[in-house]
């Protein structure tokens, strides 16, 4: 395997280089893309981008996470991670892992305790690494967040399979919380107790989109409803099951995630 080197994007080739990642592993349209000015102007104002460099071909990027400072309606400042994209051959070999708990050392040098950021809750591999390989819990949905999702696929963009929403989780990543702190060590984070609720998601999204529409949608109306619920109860997802079955969001009482919390601050 390539020896990978995470560091800032600093240059304008380098910025250019996370552009046209975004369109090749999003599959995003022009409109859609973060372009270079976004990059450079989110810089000024206090984010950054982290950038995945390969040693093959004279330090290639290969995958990219942007942060935004973002403030509360208090006053206090956290950090907003509006997109990680990782090269399509580099995926599933540990980088966007690397960018994530690099984006968290960065974050806490600056004096920062809190990232946020969201994903599609039907996406099994995007909630298993949130969840399970970082330690982000849930509390919020966002109905069609973006408004009408893209996909990689020529075909989501026409007929019967255009208009799927896109349906958001919220991850609120407690960057000094006992079990994010397990889990950048290498350590088994403690049990996180009885589960509450568990909410079910299809086992391939992507391919059920492609095959029905139709039950896609319904699918994901199940789910929206069922988070809402599951939230309006006071409950907060903090887990992920796989499995050879569909896969579920394991959600837990907040009683429970208090002493995985104990160094938040």
């Known amino acids: 395997m390539d020896q990978v080197v995470i560091r800032e994007c600093l240059s304008i080739e380098e910025l ?15 409109l859609e893309v973060s372009p ?4 450079i102007v989110s810089r000024q104002a206090g984010g950054w981008t982290l950038g995945a460099f390969s040693d093959r071909g004279n330090g290639r990027l290969v995958g990219f996470v942007h942060h935004l ?10 950090g907003y991670s509006h997109m990680m994209a990782v090269d399509r051959e580099y995926q599933n070999q540990g980088v966007g892992t690397r960018l994530k708990w690099a984006q968290r ?15 599609d809750p039907m996406q099994a591999r995007n909630a298993h690494f949130n969840l399970n390989r970082l330690g982000v819990i849930v509390s919020s949905y966002a109905e069609n967040f973006y408004g009408t999702d893209y996909g990689t696929d020529p075909l989501l963009e ?54 029905d529409a139709d039950t ?27 499995g050879t079955t569909n896969p579920h969001y394991l959600l837990y009482k907040p009683s429970l995630l208090l002493a995985s919390r104990s160094e938040d601050r």
């Open 105 to 119: 050392e960065r974050a806490l040098a600056e004096g920062g305790s809190f990232i946020k950021w969201t994903w």
């Open 16 to 30: 250019d280089t996370c552009v046209q990642l975004q369109r090749v592993v999003f599959g995003l349209p022009d």
């Open 36 to 39: 270079r000015r976004h990059l």
């Open 158 to 211: 026409t007929g019967a399979h255009r208009g799927i929403d896109s349906d958001r989780l919220f991850a609120g990543w407690h960057l000094s919380s006992e079990r994010v702190l397990d889990l950048a060590q290498g350590r088994e984070p403690k049990p996180l107790g009885e589960v509450a609720m568990r909410i079910e998601i299809p086992k391939d999204w992507s391919q059920l989109i492609r095959e």
């Open 69 to 78: 400072a973002a403030v509360k309606n208090d006053g206090e400042v956290f």
């Open 216 to 242: 896609a949608r319904q699918q994901q109306l199940r789910v929206r409803r069922e988070f809402h619920e599951a939230f309006s109860a006071g409950l907060i997802c903090a887990g992920f099951e796989r």
